[in-house]
């Protein structure tokens, strides 16, 4: 059974990148047709998808967050991470490692889902 | 990008009574060739990731208790709970894996009154 687990920073300052990881474990993250996304929820409120890197390296992004993310994959690691530029307050979220599976090109809903993990942008 | 909307916001049930939670898509999340809703429906409790209760907008996922029933075509998409349990008290969301970018509703409450 594939388990995600997010690491990272907690506080990042203002200006900053955001820096954070997703181990999967249970199999290989190469193996299958899968994509890879990031979701964050700040306190309080709803979920906002951020982007996905797909089994082969393709990424796509939220276009509201676009121009200040790149997720990239390390299969030797078993981990696909998260780098976010020029944070602000406003990113200050919990943030979500996901997958979802592909078959026969049709892409399903996320699960499973990390746990989670709190960053706060403050200087 | 397609809009997701829940109604009510919140919504407080006797123990044993139904809740039912409406979502809307601001288009289509109806794929023609396959004739599946793109639509699937999380519970989440304070301090948990959601948890997904059902997908192509009807089917439960396994170990789900069949009191959550998803139903609705198109744009127009309920969640029921047939019968409130102390366990259910949580938000929901309604989410499109369409197209992207994914988006979700902005969740529902449900508590006991």
């Known amino acids: 059974q594939v388990q995600l687990q997010e690491s990272g920073p907690g506080l990042v300052k203002p200006s900053q990148t955001l820096s954070l990881t997703c181990t999967v474990s249970g199999g290989p993250i190469n193996s299958g047709s899968y994509y890879w996304s990031w979701i964050r929820q700040p306190a309080g409120k709803g979920l906002e998808w951020i982007g996905r890197?797909?089994?082969?390296?393709?990424?796509d992004y939220n276009p509201s967050l676009k121009s200040r993310v790149t997720i990239s994959l390390d299969t030797f690691k078993n981990q696909f991470s998260l780098r976010m530029t020029s944070v602000t307050a406003a990113d200050t979220a919990v943030y979500y490692c996901?997958?979802?599976?592909?078959?026969?090109?049709?892409?399903?809903?996320?699960?499973?889902w990390g746990q989670g993990t709190l960053v706060t942008v403050s200087s | 990008d397609i809009v997701m909307t829940q109604s009510p916001d919140s919504l407080a049930v006797s123990l044993g009574e139904r809740a039912t939670i409406n979502c809307k898509s601001s288009q289509s999340v109806l794929y023609s060739s396959n004739s599946k809703n793109y639509l699937a429906w999380y519970q989440q409790k304070p301090g948990q990731p959601p948890k997904l209760l059902i997908y192509w907008a009807s089917t439960r996922e396994s170990g789900v208790p069949d009191r959550f029933s998803g139903s609705g075509s198109g744009t127009d998409f309920t969640l029921t709970i047939s019968s409130l349990q102390a366990a259910d008290v949580a938000v929901y969301y309604c989410?499109?894996?369409?197209?992207?970018?994914?988006?979700f509703g902005p969740g529902t409450t449900v508590d006991v009154q």
């Open positions: 989410h499109q894996y369409y197209m992207t970018p994914f988006s």
């Open positions: 890197i797909y089994t082969s390296g393709s990424t």
């Open positions: 996901a997958r979802s599976s592909v078959v026969g090109g049709t892409v399903y809903w996320f699960d499973p």
